[in-house]
């Protein structure tokens, strides 16, 4: 099998993956998925489209992740795997992912500061005299 590539965002999260046949090591940025996301909740982000389609022992992925915090690269590198998955088999694994939502970019992004204002929405104390 060659190399395939995918890409996932999320916030302001980049995530690029390598993914080839292996016995399923996830380097992020160099270093091992443990070492990068040490929390468990996030490894289990991460390995969700793995799991969901019994491929977590398949595939080696490497990825390059930038930008945005722990939550949104997780949910990045999420996404990113879900799109190898499906270029890899899209008969055998795209039902099972769409149906668990995982194909789906989250649009939500941080709404802008406004001139004149101190944060998105809200709006300095108003003084009538």
Known sequence: MEVINALGRRKSAIARIYVNTGKGAIVINNRPLEAYFPMDIMQYIVKQPLELTGTT???DIKVNLDGGGTKGQAEAL??????????????TYRPVLKANGLLTRDPREVERK???QPGARKRFQF???
């Open 57 to 59: 022992a398949d595939f």
């Open 78 to 91: 999420r996404l990113a795997i879900a799109r190898a998955l499906c270029k890899i088999d899209r008969d």
């Open 114 to 116: 406004k001139p004149g």
């Open 127 to 129: 003084s009538k005299r």
